[in-house]
């Protein structure tokens, strides 16, 4: 039986509390030693009759650490009777800080707790909660190297961070009323706010129906009541945009079908926005005009504190930044940019080191993947060499691998938006000086005018690394499996290998050698991007008939508008070939007057969704193609079908157009589930592998894995990450990273 050693952990250490966690198991075992942060990972001395007992409660760790190794040394080191929590140490770089974290139920107690220390203090947070990555500036993870490290602790919280009996015993972010970060409420032109209670003066101000900017953890939100969700659009000229909202957590089921499963997603640590199906589909239509809305309990001291003044119970809690732009985050750039949009801010002296925006998730997979679940730190294998995928354009992240980790960060938005792609350089930036990286190959989109791309040429050229390119719907086969399987892509767009818009594709193989087998036949779109936010010249791209013309001249398009439509699609000016999913989606959105314009991002998708939500599906007849090796399923003759049906449709019959939109989904979710299991029969693949933005869609999703289940194969799907594009830096990093094992 060992007494005694030196012991190394690796992992998810850092953040978590593992420092007091081991003191208080060293402690309860009579165990005499030491415990020191060195870089990334702990080092314990350790001595004493029950050592064997120890070992096993630290190899365990406390409960929001990840232990990836425990090592054991013999030591020869004098090891003092006693235990002794050390300063911290320089030291590797294998580890990785934690997510911030909700509040914990014990701090909530504390906040509420008469005369207790922490009574309405809004910062309240102990070893178990609160902010982690967005404060952390490097590692090791002490006060010092936070942005905690600008308030000096005051007697009473030095006494508490330095108790081994104390939930705050080394816990960083520990502050009260006395010496912590401070709230402020302003007006719209700057001007302070005088008020003995800046939270109670708040929630007065929202159940007058005032709006407001608030500054959470990772950056501003926009906050107001549901009376006042139209103004609030209005202002910001995002009429159609749904909202998420935060929700009392007493009335949450009220508003909203919660599963077992959402219920303890919604509690847990991340409390992240979580898409749920409305009990009322019709209500609360001023928030969302979805079958959906995004609810989220308060995961803030703030939060509890601000709910517990506030009359309403719900608040409209929307980012600030503009959709697909970075969270604003400083004061005075939140004042410059929403005084037109808010009528006062509330905002803190807590510096944010690292932005992060509200995870948000459905069905239990992820759509964004930020606060609360990112940096995301998985094991893969990918070799020896350090390797950073720079992501797509649109709902991009970053994600760097080193000495068998991928991390990627939390969510950055499109980088068409040169203040996006700087967020994501800021982004990359840190990361790196966390994980001490040193890139040795830089992953990218194939696309070779994204801005994203350009950034991978210039940081490529400028440090003397390798580019490896990477096909969109191949980075999101990779992300969601390496091994041999049929994989799915159903989404927007893609750059494809023939230069043209994919965004069906199935592919048989093994990562990196993905070979394309099937997709839906390509349409036009006409004027490219221009059919992307008018769906009615989407329509017309899938049918070029005389049918479509009279469809919408009927409904306000005049003939020279009419004529350019189709010389553009007889004579491919401006016209780009797609296979997108989505765009067909748009373009029965479009067919069945659901939406003529898009504007926001998946809307014409999102509601035919929400309108087949309604609808009872029928099945109708699919045309498979060949096309030299690959098969095709026509979207046109889909599109005939649904259009011959909209032909028996009466004015006004809803029913009718939500049964069309019900059997469109289903008939395409079908005919692509049947050409995946072909392609896996014909080529003796075992697992067919979903993903892509489409597949959050629950009836086509949900269809697909009935269909290929029912043919013998499994369907799998990343979990830990978007099935939409914010898997792709990682699946980038995976299909990169096995390039280079492949080569001899």
């Known amino acids: ?365 992820i759509i964004r993947l930020s606060r609360g679940i990112a940096p995301r730190r998985t094991a893969i294998s990918l070799g020896d060499r350090c390797i950073l995928a720079v992501g797509p354009e649109l709902n991009a992240n970053a994600t760097i691998y080193k000495n068998g980790f991928a991390v990627t960060s939390p969510h950055v938005g499109n980088v068409r938006n040169p203040a996006t792609l700087e967020y994501l350089e800021e982004t990359i930036r840190n990361l790196q000086r966390v994980l001490g990286a040193k890139f040795d190959v830089v992953a990218h989109d194939l696309h070779p005018q994204f801005l994203s791309t350009r950034f991978a040429r210039e940081i490529a050229s400028d440090h003397g690394l390798e580019l490896i390119p990477v096909q969109h719907h191949r980075a999101h086969i990779a992300a969601a499996t390496t091994e041999p399987c049929i994989g799915i892509a159903i989404d927007g767009v893609g750059y494809g290998d023939d230069g043209t818009v994919w965004g069906s594709e199935i592919f048989s193989g093994q990562v990196p050698d993905l070979r394309r087998v099937a997709h839906l036949e390509p349409v036009a779109m006409p004027g490219g991007d221009l059919a992307t936010r008018f769906p009615e010249r989407m329509l017309y791209g899938v049918l070029p008939d005389e049918r479509v013309i009279a469809l919408l001249a009927g409904r306000g398009w005049g003939d020279v508008e009419l004529g350019v439509l189709g010389k553009q699609v007889v004579r491919g000016f401006n016209v780009t070939q797609t296979t997108s999913t989505g765009r067909l989606l748009d373009a029965v959105s479009a067919l069945l007057g659901i939406c003529r314009e898009r504007t926001y991002d998946g809307e014409p998708a999102m509601k035919l969704e929400s309108a087949a939500a309604g609808g009872m599906a029928e099945t109708w007849d699919l045309t498979i193609t060949r096309d030299g090796d690959h098969e095709m399923l026509s979207g046109r003759a889909l599109m005939e079908t649904a259009f011959d049906h909209m032909d028996d449709v009466g004015a006004g019959d809803r029913q009718a157009i939500r049964d069309i939109a019900a059997s469109f989904q289903y008939n395409l979710a079908r005919g692509i589930a049947h050409m995946a299991a072909g392609a896996a029969e014909r080529d003796g693949m075992k697992t067919i592998a979903l993903s892509g933005g489409v597949a959050y869609n629950h009836a086509i999703r949900e269809t697909i894995r009935r269909e290929v289940i029912a043919r013998g194969f499994p369907c799998i799907s990343n979990t830990s990450y978007p099935l939409g594009d914010g898997c792709v830096s990682f699946g980038q990093c995976a299909y990169a990273g096995k390039v280079l094992q492949d080569r001899p």
């Open 1 to 365: 039986m060992q007494k005694s050693g030196r012991i190394t952990v690796r992992g998810i250490v850092q953040g978590v509390g593992f420092r007091p966690f081991v003191y208080t198991r060293a402690t309860a075992l009579n165990i005499s030693g030491t415990v020191k942060n060195l870089g990334s990972e702990v080092e314990i001395f350790a001595r004493g009759e029950n050592f064997d007992e120890f070992l096993a409660e630290v190899s365990r760790g406390p409960a929001i650490s990840r232990i990836d190794s425990v090592e054991v040394f013999a030591t020869d080191r004098e090891i003092q009777d006693g235990f002794v929590i050390l300063k911290s140490g320089t030291g590797s770089f294998s580890g990785m800080i934690p997510p911030d974290i909700a509040i914990c139920d014990e701090c909530i107690e504390d906040i509420f707790k008469k005369g207790g220390r922490y009574e309405n203090y809004w910062a309240t947070s102990c070893v178990n909660c609160g902010p982690r990555y967005s404060i952390i500036r490097e590692i090791p993870y002490d006060r010092e190297r936070t942005s905690m490290s600008e308030f000096l602790l005051c007697p009473a919280c030095a006494g508490e961070y330095g108790n081994p009996h104390s939930r705050r015993h080394h816990a960083q972010t520990i502050a009260c009323d006395t010496c912590g970060p401070e709230l402020t409420l302003y007006d719209k032109t700057g001007r302070k706010v005088n008020c003995p209670d800046p939270v109670r003066e708040a929630a007065a101000m929202l159940d007058a129906g005032r709006i407001l900017a608030m500054r959470g953890i990772g950056g501003f939100h926009l906050a107001c009541t549901e009376e006042s969700a139209g103004e609030l659009k209005k202002r910001l000229g995002r009429t159609e945009q749904p909202f998420a909202i935060m929700v009392r957590p007493d009335q949450i089921d009220q508003l909203a079908r919660v599963t077992p499963d959402d219920r303890r997603l919604l509690e847990g640590p991340v409390h992240p926005i979580l898409v749920l199906e409305k009990r009322d589909h019709t209500a609360h239509a001023g928030i969302s005009n979805l079958h959906t809305i995004g609810c989220m309990l308060p995961y803030t001291g703030l939060h509890h504190l601000l709910f517990s003044f506030l009359k309403h119970p719900l608040l409209i809690m929307t980012s600030a930044n503009m959709p697909g732009y970075p969270m604003i985050t400083e004061i005075d750039h939140a004042m410059a940019k929403l005084h037109n949009s808010v009528d006062f801010f509330l905002s803190h002296n807590r510096p944010i080191v690292n932005r992060c925006d509200d995870s948000v998730m459905r069905d239990g997979l």
